[in-house]
């Protein structure tokens, strides 16, 4: 393997097909001395969390919500042994990719960008406007968006509502936490408008959301 990583052109990216793997290309890249994520990203499957926040840095992973699926199979398995008609096997979407340090670099060359997005990545749940952008970075708002449809196909405002989003799945899935706390933690202050907001992006309310991906 440190032979290989090696042979590899940086920057570059590395999935392993689970998080074991993903700690070895981890530890390969540390012994040869390549640096992650500056030169190598790595990702994993499964999300073991235990495991990715020992790794070194901490392993980005694939959540495939593993026990909805064991719940799913479960289902199936007692429909067959009772002689039932079942549907064809499906293939099952992940439920997110929970992002760590192991890929928590911006292949951007342009720095006012990068600081943008940085500054949305860490203020996007404290309430932020695109306007707060504007008045820390030397560019117009309509340069400002001009560039981030250029660098990632979508506007400043589409940016901070994808990190509100994801940090709100990743509370309904993996907390208890009560629906206007979950609100607030995303930068929203009624729960109620938080609510018609995740509707519009996910077709579904939190709630109903929560109850099909909890674990």
């Known amino acids: 393997?440190?032979?290989?990583?090696?042979?590899?052109?940086?920057?570059?990216?590395i999935m392993a097909c689970n998080d074991d793997l993903g700690l070895m290309?981890?530890?390969?890249?540390?012994?040869?001395?390549?640096?992650v994520p500056d030169e190598v990203a790595v990702i994993g499957v499964e999300n073991d969390p235990f495991l990715c926040?020992?790794?070194?840095?901490?392993?980005t992973s694939v959540d495939v919500n593993p026990?909805?699926?064991?719940?799913?199979?479960?289902?199936?398995?007692?429909?067959?042994?009772?002689?039932?008609?079942v549907a064809p096997l499906t293939r099952k979407p992940p439920l997110r990719i929970v992002e760590r340090q192991s890929t928590d670099i911006l292949a951007i060359d342009?720095?006012?960008?990068?600081?943008?997005?940085?500054?949305?990545r860490t203020h996007a749940c404290l309430g932020m406007a695109v306007s707060d952008l504007t008045d820390r970075i030397p560019l117009s708002r309509s340069s400002l968006n001009r560039k981030f449809q250029e660098k990632l196909g979508r506007t400043p405002k589409e940016e901070i509502t994808r990190v509100q989003m994801d940090r709100a799945r990743e509370l309904l899935v993996n907390t208890e936490m009560p629906i206007h706390d979950v609100a607030k933690s995303c930068g929203?202050?009624?729960?109620?408008y938080?609510?018609?907001?995740?509707?519009?992006?996910?077709?579904?309310?939190p709630r109903r959301?929560?109850?099909k991906f909890a674990k």
């Open 194 to 205: 938080f609510s018609k907001w995740f509707h519009d992006q996910q077709d579904t309310s």
């Open 209 to 211: 959301f929560r109850l």
């Open 110 to 120: 342009d720095p006012d960008i990068a600081s943008a997005i940085r500054y949305i």
């Open 67 to 85: 026990e909805r699926l064991g719940f799913d199979a479960c289902v199936l398995l007692e429909r067959l042994m009772q002689g039932r008609a």
């Open 25 to 35: 290309v981890l530890d390969a890249c540390r012994r040869i001395k390549r640096s």
């Open 53 to 59: 926040n020992l790794c070194i840095p901490p392993l």
């Open 188 to 192: 929203f202050d009624d729960s109620n």
């Open 1 to 13: 393997m440190e032979k290989w990583i090696k042979s590899l052109i940086g920057p570059v990216g």
